[in-house]
C-alpha cells in the first residue's frame, strides 16, 4: 500500500472518529436533557398534588399560602380547598391572639358577622362568648390560684371558699370585708403609696361574698343578670376581689372622676390588681364599666394585661387556658 493511500485511510478514520464523537456527544446532551426533562416534569406532577400548589391555585398569594401551610393543620386546610378565595383566612391568621383550636370557629362567627373587625372575632371566640352568655358553663380551675377565671362562663361551686381568708382591718374597710392574706397585704400597700401621694385614703366597701350570700344579692336584684352575678359565678366568691372608693369620695360616680381612681388604672398593676370591668369591654367582660370593682391576679399577671391592654377573660384564654 503506498503511503498516499495510507494517508487517505488515516483521514477517513479521524473523519470517522470525529463524526462517532460528535453524534455521541449530540446523543449524550439530547439524553442528559430528556432526563432532565423527564424530572422537571416529574417534580411538577409531584408539585401539583401538594397543598402549596393547591392553594395558590385558588389565586391566593404565596404570602398567604406560607402562612396557612403554617399555622393550619390538614384539616383546616382542607377547609380552605374547599371553598373559593376567601381573605377572612388570612386576616385571622395574622392577629396575634388567634388560636389555632378555634379557626372553625372564627371563620362562622366572622361569616355571620361582617361588621366586627377581626380582633373583636378573635376576642369574643376565645372567651366563648359567641356562645350567649350563661348558655356554655365551665367549672372554674381553682388550681389557677390568683389567676382563676369566674365571670358568666365559669363557674364555683356552692362549697368553695379559700382557706387563707382573713377579717380586714376597720381601718380601712366597712364592716364584714374578708379578702385573702395576700390581697388585703397587696391592698395595703398600695393604700399607702395613694394617701403619700395624694393624700387620700382607699376604703374597701365589699370584698368575698360565700355562695350563699351571692344568692341572696342576686334574688333581691330580681335575678337580673345584667346588674350582678348569678350565685357560683361571681368573682367576689374567689376572695381575690375589692370594690374600692376612697373616704373622699365615697360614691362611685365621684370616685370615678377622682385623682385616687386616674391613679389607679395607671398604677394598681404594679400592686397585683386590674380594673376588672373596665370601658368599652363589656361585650367581653358581660358587664358595665365598674370603677370600684378590682380583682387580684399577681404583679406579673396584672402587668402583662396592663402592656397588652387586655381583659382577664382575654389574658386567660390566650396564655393560661390556650
Known amino acids: 500500500m503506498t503511503n ?48 402549596e400548589y393547591k392553594i395558590l391555585a385558588l389565586d391566593y398569594t404565596q404570602e398567604e ?18 371553598n373559593e378565595y376567601n381573605e377572612d383566612y388570612y386576616h385571622i391568621l395574622k392577629e396575634p391572639y ?9 371563620i362562622e362567627y366572622k361569616k355571620e358577622f361582617r361588621e366586627i373587625s377581626y380582633k373583636d372575632c378573635i376576642a369574643i371566640v376565645n372567651t366563648h362568648v359567641n356562645e350567649g352568655w350563661y348558655n356554655v358553663s365551665f367549672e372554674t380551675d381553682t388550681s389557677k390560684g390568683n389567676i382563676m377565671l369566674v365571670n358568666k362562663f365559669y363557674h364555683l361551686n356552692e362549697e368553695y371558699e379559700r382557706a387563707d381568708l382573713e377579717n380586714v382591718s376597720l381601718q380601712y374597710a366597712y364592716e364584714d370585708n374578708k379578702a385573702a392574706s395576700e390581697v388585703i397585704e397587696a391592698f395595703e400597700r398600695m393604700r399607702n403609696d395613694v ?22 344579692t342576686y334574688i333581691s336584684f330580681r335575678k337580673n343578670d ?7 359565678y361571681s368573682e367576689h366568691q374567689t376572695g381575690l376581689t375589692l370594690d374600692l372608693t376612697s373616704i373622699e369620695h365615697p360614691m362611685a360616680d365621684d370616685f370615678t372622676e377622682s385623682e385616687e381612681y386616674k391613679w389607679l388604672i395607671e398604677n394598681c398593676h ?3 390588681f386590674i380594673l376588672r370591668y373596665p370601658e368599652n369591654k363589656k361585650y367581653i367582660t358581660g358587664y358595665d364599666t365598674e370603677s370600684w370593682h378590682f380583682r387580684y391576679v399577681g404583679i406579673e399577671h396584672a402587668s402583662k394585661m396592663y402592656q397588652e391592654d387586655l381583659t382577664l377573660e382575654e389574658y386567660y384564654a390566650y396564655y393560661i387556658e390556650k
Do not use: W
Not at 399560602?65 to 374547599?82: C, G, H, P, R
Not at 345584667?226 to 357560683?232: E, F, L, Q, T, Y
Open 4 to 51: 498516499k493511500k495510507r494517508r487517505k485511510k488515516r483521514l477517513r478514520l479521524k473523519s470517522s472518529f470525529k463524526r462517532f464523537c460528535v453524534y455521541f456527544l449530540f446523543f449524550l446532551i439530547v439524553g442528559i436533557y430528556a432526563i432532565q426533562e423527564s424530572f422537571e416534569i416529574h417534580k411538577l406532577y409531584e408539585y401539583r398534588k401538594t397543598n
Open 226 to 232: 345584667n346588674i350582678v352575678a348569678r350565685p357560683g
Open 195 to 216: 394617701r403619700e401621694k395624694l393624700n387620700v385614703s382607699l376604703m374597701i366597701n365589699s370584698s368575698y361574698r360565700s355562695y350563699k350570700v351571692q344568692e341572696e
Open 65 to 82: 399560602t406560607d402562612l396557612f401551610l403554617q399555622k393550619l393543620d390538614e384539616k383546616q386546610i382542607a377547609i380552605i380547598l374547599e
Open 270 to 272: 404594679y400592686y397585683g
Open 98 to 106: 388567634y388560636l389555632a383550636k378555634n379557626f372553625e370557629k372564627y
